[in-house]
């Protein structure tokens, strides 16, 4: 089993930025692909971005793309998402995903482990 929990979470205002981190703990050595997905107030949750095992490579979603940067460190096991001009469209509880294969991928039903999230609102 892997677990995982975020935090940076927080009430900002239009144009802030946020880093988000999600620490990894137990069986780290299966963990490949990982993603943030968010979830806004009465919305289905959404894929953010991802990114690969090694790091290499990265994808995102449309709204976040040159905004949002997704990176990773293996060594500590954590995964962050630098999050810059945010808007309140961000504003959502973002989870943090983990799968067990190695390439990315913007399904959530690629993903096998997952964060108990955290709140991000940006106020106008």
């Known amino acids: 089993q892997v677990q995982l929990v975020e935090s940076g979470g927080g009430l900002v205002q239009t144009g802030d930025s946020l880093r988000l981190s999600c620490a990894a703990s137990?069986?780290?050595?299966?963990?490949?692909?990982m993603g943030w997905f968010r979830q806004a107030p009465g919305k289905e949750r959404e894929f953010v971005a991802t990114?690969?095992?090694?790091?290499?490579?990265?994808r995102y979603v449309d709204s976040v793309r040159g905004r949002f940067t997704i990176s990773r460190d293996n060594a500590r096991n954590t995964v962050y998402l630098q999050m810059n001009s945010l808007n309140p469209e961000d504003t959502a509880v973002y989870y943090c995903?983990?799968?067990?294969?190695?390439?990315?991928?913007?399904?959530?039903?690629?993903?096998?482990?997952w964060g108990q999230g955290t709140q991000v609102t940006v106020s106008s």
């Open positions: 995903a983990a799968g067990l294969r190695w390439a990315i991928s913007t399904a959530s039903s690629d993903y096998d482990y």
């Open positions: 990114i690969s095992q090694s790091g290499g490579s990265t």
């Open positions: 137990g069986r780290t050595l299966s963990v490949g692909r």
